[in-house]
Structures are given as C-alpha cells and as structure tokens.
C-alpha cells in the first residue's frame, strides 16, 4: 500500500494568515492526488484534484501543487470557515490510502 | 445536484453482518464508482471498495474478504456487507462517488453522503 504522510498533524493560525500542509507518498504517484476538507461532523469535501485543479465552486485562496512524491496544499488568506481538518488522498494504486489528516486551528 | 444518503442499523453485536444502504438522488447510478468509506471515531478515513456501474468490484484487502458491495439500478442504490464484525469496526460509513478523468489525473470522490455511525458492542 502507499503511505500518504502529512505534515504538520495540526497547525494554528489567525484569519488572514497563509498556511501550507504538506503530504508525501511513499512511493510516486505523479499528479493522482486530491485533496479534502471536513468539519466536525460532516462529510469530507473535495478542494483540489489532479494535485492542482480546483473542485468547481471551491474559492481560489485554494490551491495545490506538487508531483511525484511530495504535494502542498496552500490556502491564502484564512477565512474563519477555513478552520477544519485537511486530508490527502492517493489514487495512483489501489488500495486508495489517506493521509492521517491535519487539523487546521484558530490561534 | 446529486445526493447520496446512507441508511441502516446503527448497532451490531460481534460477529453479526453489518448491512448499510447508499440512495443515490439527482443523478443515475448507472455511470461512475461507487465506493464506501469509513472513518472511525477521531480517525482517519480508510477506503472499503467500489463498485463499478458495470459491476466489477474491488475491495481494500486490509477487509480480508469480509466486505461485499452491491448495486441495484432500478433502485439507483448500492449496498455495503461487512461479515464478521468486531469493534475495530466501528465508524462512521460513508457512501461516495468517485469519479475518474485519466486525462486530468483526476480520481477523487466528488459527491458524499451524510455519514452513519455504526456501533459494534456486545
């Protein structure tokens, strides 16, 4: 199986701050990677595909890039509904593997 | 919009079968993956399996065979069976579309249902 690590496991930061998450695979997995929101209780939420296409309607202070083994997540001016936890996902082989997820907290 | 709504008991006992439901609305069941996903409590998410609009099927091997999906088009539902459970297999399950655009290195769940929670006790 790919292992999908991200970094950090959880992260504070002020609205309005730059934040970036970082998540390696074990092995390459060229562009096969997506990237997730999900708060407390819901459904995780697609944010990026093909390791830097954003999702339609996802706004543009989103953004991903990255190939091969080491991929970020980058959002630009943290809005307060930005506060959730952050996941990666790889879909180069099966079976698709997650990262352990980073919990993005308001400082 | 397509919707996806999970349905099914929220208690099992060791041992027992567990059995959840996906109703897919908005959209036909007769195109895409669809997958189920787990999640247990203050974890991360671990991928079941899919099945394909054709019926092909494939599962994360960490279930050792335990886990079944089906689909019923005429239902646009699909349906997960999970033998022999314990109470590693607490969490909550989702069903999920996946969709899959070679091209544009796309293979990401696009739609999710709400989440049920299923218990595992004696």
């Known amino acids: 199986d790919i292992q999908m690590t991200q970094s950090p496991s959880s992260v504070s930061a002020s609205v309005g701050d730059r934040v970036t998450i970082t998540c390696r695979a074990s092995?390459?997995?060229?562009?096969?990677l997506a990237w997730y929101q999900q708060k407390p209780g819901k459904a995780p939420k697609l944010l990026i595909y093909?390791?830097?296409s954003l999702q339609s309607g996802v706004p543009s202070r989103f953004s991903g890039s990255g190939s091969g083994t080491d991929f970020t997540l980058t959002i630009n001016s943290l809005q307060p509904e930005d506060f959730a936890t952050y996941y990666c996902?790889?879909?180069?082989?099966?079976?698709?593997?997650f990262g352990q997820g980073t919990r993005l907290e308001i400082k | 919009q397509v919707q996806l709504q999970e349905s099914g008991p929220g208690l099992l006992k060791p041992s027992e079968t567990l059995s959840l439901t996906c109703t897919v609305s908005?959209?036909?069941?007769?195109?895409?993956?669809w997958n189920w996903i787990r999640q247990p409590p203050g974890k991360g998410l671990e991928w079941i399996g899919y099945?394909?609009?054709?019926?092909?099927?494939k599962y994360n091997p960490s279930l050792k065979s335990r886990a079944t999906i089906s689909l019923d088009t005429s239902k646009n539902q699909f349906s997960l069976k999970l033998s022999s459970v314990t109470a590693a297999d607490t969490a909550v399950y989702y069903c999920?579309?996946?969709?899959?655009?070679?091209?544009?290195?796309?293979?990401?769940?696009?739609?999710w249902g709400q989440g049920t929670m299923v218990t595992v006790s004696s």
């Open positions: 099945i394909y609009y054709t019926g092909s099927t």
């Open positions: 996902q790889q879909a180069n082989s099966f079976p698709i593997t």
């Open positions: 092995q390459g997995i060229s562009n096969w």
């Open positions: 908005g959209g036909s069941t007769s195109s895409y993956y």
């Open positions: 093909g390791a830097s």
């Open positions: 999920a579309r996946r969709v899959v655009r070679p091209p544009e290195r796309d293979d990401s769940f696009d739609f």
